[in-house]
């Protein structure tokens, strides 16, 4: 595959991937037309060597698995790790308001979103909404508004002279998206009546009686773009951390069968991942047991195994470099980044770092560093949380960006691909460690 398609199949896989719900559904199709097997956690499993299989919990986390040719307890497993999830606007429980005749939804922040730029965007909705259906069972449906149903505007220059120097945002009062005009002597609009509306209209949900609750996102409508005067960025929503998922996801495709490989992507990230089903719940460590069948044996496959974990690092803005450490600013198409940190808010160390880049020196990528400036703050990644539940060697890396946390992220148009040739090789390799 060269580099226009991969990236117009992943800008592709982003757009029908608006919200974690629809990446792990759209990723576990992809397995699944490729022969991955779907298990059941509920159910007894019965694993062939060699063998391909697939998991998910509540929806958002996957965890894809080959059971490769080659001893397990002498290779362990190479993973690779990221998360479904992105800072975004999450539709509250009773979100109906109505202020100066104006329809709006309330909403909570998700994530650590920079909230300036969900300004004037043009808004549409989607997740996963639970109803009562005619048998009484209680049923669950994947949903997408596709068009603009919202907006945020701003609040006009003229009304506030301080906008471009001082503009604070209150996130109660300042991001209820702008829905509908309504008369307020009328009846007030019911956001579950409308759910139920667009579940039998657009899903053709006929058996359902009322919606019960929902999970539902407001995203932008904007579809991903390759953008700069020789289409050198890839602009999109969602790419952290979905273009790591995509980096996993066809690595994982193109693995040989030699190896046991496992790609792990996980909800709740940008929450802190504590859940059932984000980085720092049970699902991974219940998966390899299952695999593994005794804690002796598991033990031995952890030890053997590495993580990387794939999420996007900071670029060296050109507006403000001071921003990074002079000697660790990442550069936007000069290869993946390894992420350091002292204080193992990243969980790279000197083993894991020196496996990566001798498979990058074989692989023909590229790789640069990132460590942040002494006196700031870093942020985190699955990676230490992935190391500290199960005790696997880690790695942190990713692909340098812009914006990151903002609702349209910059990335280079290089970096994808050579972190999937990268993630390839790491899954096809034989190494040592």
């Known amino acids: 595959m060269d580099n226009d398609t991969f990236n117009q199949s992943l800008m592709t896989f982003i757009g029908q991937s608006m919200t974690p719900f629809h990446a792990t559904y759209n990723m576990a199709n992809a397995l699944q037309e490729a022969g991955f097997v779907a ?6 499993w019965q694993l062939d060597k060699p063998g391909k299989y697939l998991v998910t919990r509540n929806d958002s986390s996957i965890i894809a698995f080959i059971l490769g040719e080659q001893d397990l307890l002498a290779e362990g497993f190479r993973m690779l790790g990221a998360h479904t999830d992105s800072p975004c606007l999450k539709v509250k429980p009773q979100p109906d308001r109505v202020a100066q005749g104006y329809y709006q939804l309330g909403v909570e922040v998700y994530g650590g979103a920079l909230l300036n730029p969900w300004f004037d965007r043009d808004l549409s909705l989607a997740g996963r909404v639970s109803y009562l259906s005619k048998t009484g069972r209680i049923e669950h449906a994947l949903i997408d508004f596709e068009q603009p149903i919202a907006v945020i505007p701003s609040l006009a220059i003229h009304l506030d002279r301080e906008a471009n120097s001082a ?4 996130a109660q009062l300042h991001l209820p998206p702008l829905v509908a005009q309504v008369d307020e002597q009328g009846e007030s609009p019911s956001f579950k009546d409308l759910l139920l509306a667009h579940l039998i209209e657009k899903v053709q949900c006929s058996d359902i009686v009322k919606v019960l609750d929902y999970e539902l996102f407001f995203y932008d409508t904007q579809p991903a773009a390759l953008i700069g005067l020789d289409q050198q960025f890839i602009a999109s929503a969602r790419l952290d951390n979905l ?8 690595s994982l495709l193109e693995a040989d069968g030699q190896h046991s490989c496992m790609l792990v992507c996980t909800d709740h990230e940008e929450v802190g991942s504590a859940s059932c089903c984000g980085a720092q719940g049970p699902f991974l460590r219940s998966v390899l047991e299952r695999i593994c069948g005794d804690n002796e044996t598991l033990t031995r496959v952890i030890e053997r195994s590495v993580m990387v974990s794939a999420d996007n690092a900071h670029g060296i803005h050109p507006n403000y470099p001071d921003k990074h450490d002079e000697k660790h600013g990442p550069l936007l198409n000069r290869g993946p980044v390894i992420k350091v940190n002292a204080n193992q808010r990243y969980a790279t160390n000197s083993v894991t770092s020196a496996l990566v880049r001798h498979l990058g020196e074989q692989a023909g990528v590229g790789l640069q560093s990132f460590v942040v400036r002494s006196d ?3 942020g985190s990644t699955i990676g230490p949380i992935t190391a500290t539940e199960l005790g696997v060697k880690t790695l942190d890396i990713g692909v340098p960006t ?3 946390h903002s609702i349209r992220e910059l990335a280079g148009s290089d970096d994808a691909m050579q972190l999937q040739r990268l993630a390839t090789h790491f899954f ?5 460690l």
């Open 167 to 170: 503009r604070s945002i209150n």
């Open 402 to 404: 812009f914006a990151m």
């Open 428 to 432: 096809n390799s034989d190494y040592l």
């Open 243 to 250: 273009l790591s998922c995509y980096v996993g996801l066809q």
């Open 39 to 44: 298990l059941n956690e509920a159910d007894a």
């Open 376 to 378: 700031m703050g870093c």
